[in-house]
């Protein structure tokens, strides 16, 4: 079975622009998570969703926005790009059980904004 | 804002040594999980916690859930070189299990 699939794996972005990146999450997993890491840092928390609703959201500007399809794959975007927005993001699908639930992360997409 | 410390954050030991990670916070947590991360790649789900003072093993390594849920520890026995890599732990929030705070990190290198 495919895991977490994420892209692009690396991007470079200017300040002010624009950027859109992409999870599709293990077959048969409903929700995705998004998480921000700095370097040097544990992930942080940015966003949940789960059968295309927003579930959670982390402490993030408004400019981090992000959507659910119904095929459960899911969209980051974040505008006016910031220095401070250089990071790994990842993305994560998730099974809810009885020990909480089980997070497996993507490989993740390095954005370097310059 | 819940804060997960790690300690230590960097640790180089010898092949076959054993050693201790800690994770704490002042905020009680509905269960705890670890991971490891390798340069490139996402992190990898290790091991969850959920009862107070739980114990769980996995080959080598040993996690422990504290009795009041605020704090977790692992211990590896006989450190290899493929031990290496970033350890996160991540707690679970109580109102709810979606969102997982991440700490700091230990970063460990095991020489052979």
């Known amino acids: 079975d495919a895991g977490v699939t994420q892209s692009p794996t690396h991007l470079i972005k200017t300040r002010g622009q624009h950027v859109t990146l992409r999870c599709s999450p293990i077959?048969?997993?409903?929700?995705v998570s998004w998480y921000q890491q700095v370097l040097g840092q544990g992930p942080q928390f940015i966003f949940q969703y789960y059968e295309k609703e927003e579930r959670g959201r982390g402490n993030f500007p408004d400019r981090f926005s992000a959507r659910q399809f119904p095929n459960y794959s899911s969209e980051l975007n974040v505008n006016a790009l910031l220095l401070g927005d250089s990071a790994l993001y990842l993305c994560?699908?998730?099974?809810?059980?009885?020990?909480?639930?089980?997070?497996?992360f993507g490989s993740g997409t390095q954005l370097s904004v310059l | 804002t819940q804060l997960l410390e790690q300690s230590p954050q960097f640790l180089s030991i010898q092949e076959g040594e054993n050693l201790t990670v800690y994770c704490n916070s002042s905020?009680?947590?509905?269960?705890l999980q670890w991971y490891r991360q390798e340069p490139g790649e996402g992190p990898v789900l290790l091991v969850t916690v959920v009862t107070g003072g739980e114990v769980k093993k996995l080959k080598r390594l040993t996690f422990q859930f504290g009795d009041a849920r605020k704090d977790s520890s692992l211990h590896i026995t006989a450190a290899q070189p493929g031990d290496t890599g970033l350890y996160l732990c991540?707690?679970?929030?109580?109102?709810?299990?979606?969102?997982?705070?991440f700490g700091t990190g230990t970063r460990l290198k095991v020489l052979a």
């Open positions: 994560a699908s998730s099974l809810p059980g009885a020990r909480g639930e089980k997070l497996f």
């Open positions: 991540a707690g679970a929030e109580l109102r709810g299990t979606y969102k997982y705070i």
């Open positions: 905020s009680v947590f509905s269960s």
């Open positions: 077959s048969g997993h409903k929700s």
